[in-house]
């Protein structure tokens, strides 16, 4: 079977490339490894700036389709210390630039604007060969094989499709995300809810914080950062649901109760996020037919850039493809050229946010950020 343009994973990049493609005429299958697209939850809030995100969504003809799905209050935005004492709180006066919204939310809007044989679910990527003159067979652990013109490689941090074009692999950043979920928690965990506020809160000092959203039906959802060694993470993993969460609340020993609620009160989790990233500047030769969008081309620290990115990525590539017909390798390094570009710049801006969280002045070092907007728009710290 012969696909003119094989894109691999069904994330937001991926599925807005396939939509800039479809508005412009042009086929595109998406190959998911995932059985269907309700076979796992999608993660919680992004924020979505004006800037980058939602470019993308009006390329994709989708905005006022996102407008209808913002949270309203989730561009709040509060920084407290290990006491719990108020340092900060930017309120949502609805003029910012990075609304909420939740991701299988804005994920299924976009689903829903491509052909309904345009996925292609449970398709799990296991092999690619170069065929020349830029084609690639690709072989799914299903037993399908496919030739393509086209590859591109949207499939995350792991990417198969990454080993094509670069030697790079992602590193262990030396921190860890614990995710944990408290429901019904304005009536259940009223200080913790208070705590968090209407959007985002960040509780911060060297080496920990305690990053929250509050979502939809009064869920909070935390983030419960720690630099630690990878042993420790593996340790944490292997415990007990119990005795990880008691591991992981001891690093707060002393901390205010509503902040560590967060992490003992908690319905579900933890869920270790462990953080790896790409070299800054990650970048390749050109390739012919192949190329990579998204966490599979420039993985980073979150920031609230990773999605935005990726978004962004999938309608410049979808653009590109459809302004030179006949010469898919000028569209490729028009791309990448521009990609190599914006990534890079953004990868430094999130290790500069990482720094400000976690360094050796959090919290104090995160508030002056804020108030002198050395953060810009990328405020929104807890999504990828």
Not at 110 to 115: A, F, G
Not at 327 to 345: K, V
Request: glycine fraction near 12%; aromatic fraction near 6%.
């Amino acid at each position: 079977m012969h696909i003119p343009i094989a894109i691999i994973g069904a994330g937001l990049g991926g599925l807005v490339l396939a939509r800039v493609l479809h508005i412009n005429g042009i086929a595109a299958t998406v190959y998911e490894g995932e059985a269907s697209a309700q076979a796992r939850a999608q993660g919680g809030m992004l924020d979505i700036h004006d800037f980058n995100g939602q470019l993308g969504l009006k390329d994709a003809g989708l905005y006022e389709e996102f407008l209808g799905l913002i949270h309203p209050g989730g561009q709040q935005t509060r920084c407290l210390d290990r006491d719990g004492r108020l340092l900060l709180d930017s309120p949502d006066d609805g003029t910012g630039g990075r609304p909420e919204v939740a991701r299988g939310e804005l994920r299924r809007i976009l689903l829903e604007s491509l052909p309904a044989d345009a996925v292609r679910w449970g398709h799990k990527l296991v092999s690619t060969r170069v065929l020349g003159d830029g084609r690639h067979e690709l072989a799914f652990a299903n037993g399908l094989v496919v030739t393509t013109d086209l590859l591109v490689g949207a499939d995350g941090a792991w990417s198969k499709v990454r080993a094509l074009l670069s030697d790079a692999v992602p590193a262990y950043t030396g921190l860890v995300f614990f995710e944990t979920w408290l429901g019904d928690a304005d009536a259940r965990h009223g200080e913790s809810a208070a705590a968090v506020g209407g959007g985002s809160m960040m509780a911060v000092a060297p080496g920990k914080g305690i990053l929250a959203h509050r979502e939809p039906d009064s869920v909070l959802h935390a983030y419960v950062a720690l630099q630690k060694p990878l042993t420790w993470i593996e340790d944490i993993e292997r415990a007990d649901r119990a005795s990880a969460i008691s591991r992981i609340a001891a690093e707060f020993d002393g901390w205010a109760p509503e902040l560590t609620a967060l992490i003992t009160g908690c319905d579900t989790g933890p869920v270790a996020r462990i953080i790896h990233t790409l070299p800054v500047e990650h970048r390749w030769n050109r390739v012919p037919g192949v190329t990579l969008l998204g966490d599979a081309a420039h993985l980073m620290v979150p920031s609230g850039e990773g999605a935005n990115l990726a978004i962004f990525d999938g309608a410049e590539l979808g653009k590109a493809i459809a302004s030179s017909p006949g010469n898919i390798e000028a569209a490729l390094l028009a791309y990448e050229t521009a990609l190599f570009s914006r990534s890079a710049h953004a990868a430094a801006e999130a290790a500069e946010v990482t720094r400000l969280l976690f360094g050796e002045d959090a919290p104090y070092g995160l508030v002056e950020a804020f108030k002198h907007d050395m953060l810009g728009e990328s405020a929104g710290v807890t999504g990828r």
